[in-house]
């Protein structure tokens, strides 16, 4: 963290700049420590009174600890480092305060000491103090990982857009930021080579170029505000004076005004405009501003009430449970009040963290809230001046064929790095691990690329490239294409999970009655001949008798809408009849439900069994069934480990999924090789689709023929061709809105994009489109930005939450909004069941509008309808998933820039290729 430290006196003027709660959003007097004064006034009006028996004028030492932005820093994190400096500078015991302050989603903290030593009545010299300072912040950024600023690193890379007190204090009188407003400046300056040039720059930036006395030259601007341009281009007079001579003909300051008064120049009219938008823009951000941080405020003082309230409770009880009168004497002499008192201290203790930790876990929420608000603004002013740059006053009112709300950006997740910049350049065989998370083999430019990322100096960059490309780790593989790599780690996971999954094909013990196969085979025949005049088809009751077969592991292949449910559902009947416990699992939480509720197979995520697992709970017993869904999703690694869990268990594991779907987001398609190696049951016959010729389309999809299912979706008019990505999104959004007008919710529908921005496009559009003034909206701030919600949306839950019972994945509609809740409905589940929930969006943020998903979410999913936009990432397994969730019909949107292309093909096969370990052998 950056440490700025300064003697001073002043005391009264600090204290009433620490505690100022105008300027900052929240003011935590954190600690005042070995002072008799109980607030920061009179605190330091103590430390003033004590200087007076010594020569110290300046009798405090103010310390600024401001760590990166993007970095969370505890309150813990912070009293360690305080701790550290005070030890090193000398102050150690010295009387001091801490203050926290948060401002535009940022943290930091002030730390000010006494510098009177009472004991020999003199001031603490503190030599050199900035460069020691500067020392231990340089340690701090290495010690957590931080990136290091350029200009700790070496003075002379310092930005030269630092600003002095002065210069924020006037950027602040005209609601400018100071960085900003000098890099300005120097930019004018650095770009022009004469006066003329440089009036001309600065005109085009709303400042008017005048003499101005003292200040020799100066800038006004349209407010009448005046910039000494030595300060703020950060030049001297003479260099000011060689480019723009004696500046005599120059208007002076009130002419200067009077020109802008007057708006002679027609760019002056549009910069007033311009500072007109920016007032108003301003004074909703203020509102905004004020109502965040005054429900913050409120949020907190509450915490604070309750937690008070909770501690005292608390206290009383353990008070409560020590021995009184002679039964107290009594266990003191046995040493067991000790015990109890000991006890009771730990239990104090463990309260207090838990009270730390809250107040923490409520910071960190606002803060985010904070920076949420800030991008808002900010990503209006990025559109307004997209707008005016690229299309100019003339089209400043055209928009696209669908409306999208400012309000509502959307807003990607950081990618969290593994390492620091540092760690990378001294062991840069880091980045194989990390590419070998999500590719199998990679090539030697994907070493260079990823490294590249992170380190941008060329001489470093060769020398880490070096010295990955000779790390012991990496392994060269062949392929037709040329050389690739991998590690060694990959191969050794990979030949473990062939060997496991070997030896367990090959095992028995689970053998189930041939009675109880037959009765549910004849039980589920009975109730879909009830239903819909159906029965199991020969596949599926192949498949069934598969996976019911003694061995310890098999297998089911489905292709999409085959029917793999309805088989595992009937395989549940007969297990549990034998008495086996039967569990579920997947990689996510909404094909866990779905499976649940489709099958009956109590379900869970493959990371919550493995979390389990970690922390000693066993979910899944010897002799127990565990049938893993969508196992096509999943990687080399994670299934991997869960095998060998369950080998070890004594489980039997039941594979079931689709490997022509989508691939695993981590390395390696071990599916599909456990599959090739061991063997599997098919269900090719599709039952989703109601058309002939659409179940014909989807195995067309699932056998790689995406042109052929393409065109008998165009010859049945399926497929819709526009002229852009925009119209192609404003036909998807015309085409759902009038089937929502036409059948309401008698059926269901969904639009599907593979990109996220896509996504985010058409949930915009359908939601403008389906506006109803009359109907009031709601804003609420989720992980994903803020957005609008009101009765009748659709909604999308982006994590799983055991406490409200919700998955990643889930969808539901919006029945209510009001008293900042939520209050949902969600889709009817594969039992006819349909469940409701009320939640408030300031303790649970993970949710989105639900009218579109990315396909990755679809897989598995069932409606009606359903609408697909095109894209140039969108390969064989996108297409396939996307095309093929739909029982009715299906609508496919593109235009010639967002058609798929033969090298986007080449490329993505090239990225999903898995690395063989050992030869293929033949299925059993």
Known sequence: MILKGNQRANGQELAQHLLNAMDNEHVTLHELRGFLASDLADAFKESEAISLGTKCQQYLFSLNLNPPQTAKVTVAEFEVAIADIERRMGLSGQPRAIVFHEKKGRRHAHCVWSRIDTAKMRAINLPHFKRRLMDISREL????????????????????????????????????????????????????????????????????????????????DVRGEIYSLSRWCRVKTKELRNRLGDGADLPDVEAARALLDEGIDPSFQSIREQNDFSDAKQDVFAQKLTELVSRQRRERQTLDESQDARRIKELTARHSKLPTGLRAAWARLTGQYQRLCDDAAAQAQACALRDQLECQALIDRHLAERRTLEREISFSDAQRALRDEFLGNATKERSTPYALDPRQPLILPHDISPFSVTQLKVQPDLILAHLNDKQAHFTRTDILRGLAEHISDPFDLRIASDLALASPELVQVKNDEGAEYTTRDFLEVTEALTTCTSEMAGSGGFKVNTSYVEQAIKRENTRLQKQIGASLSEEQVTAIHHILDPHQMSAVVGLAGAGKSTMLSVARVAWERQGYRVHGAALAGKAADSLQSASGIPSRTLASMEASWKSGYEPVGCGDIVVVDEAGMVGTRQLSRVTEQLRQRGCKLVLVGDPDQLQPIEAGTPFKDVVDANGAATLTEIRRQTSDWQRRASVDLANGRTSDALQSYASHGAVCNTRDRDHAIAALVDDYVADWHKNGDASSRLALAHRRVDVHAINQGIKAARANDDQPQTFFETDHGPRAFAEGDRILFTRNDATLGVRNGMLGTVETTGDDKLAIRFDVDDTGKQRQLRFSPSQFTAFDHGFAVSIHRSQGCTVDRSFVLSSRSLDKHLA?????????????????????????????????????????????
Not at 200 to 214: T, Y
Not at 891 to 911: C, K, L, V, W
């Open 141 to 220: 950024y290495l010690e957590h990982g931080w990136e290091m600023p350029a200009g700790l690193r070496r003075a002379e890379d310092r930005s030269p857009n630092t600003y002095t007190h002065d210069e924020a204090g006037q950027a602040k009188r005209v609601e400018r930021d100071p960085e900003q407003l000098k890099a300005m400046f120097r930019s004018c300056w650095e770009m022009s080579d004469s006066r003329k040039s440089f009036e001309a720059a600065l005109l085009e930036q709303g400042f008017c170029l005048a003499r101005g006395g003292r200040r020799g030259f100066v800038a006004v």
């Open 880 to 924: 396939y998933v996307a095309l093929t969730r739909h029982r009715g019909e299906t609508g496919f949107y593109t235009a010639p820039d967002i058609q798929h292309t033969r090298g986007q093909e080449r490329r993505n096969r090239r990225s999903s290729k898995m690395f063989k370990a050992r030869p293929q052998t033949r299925p059993r």
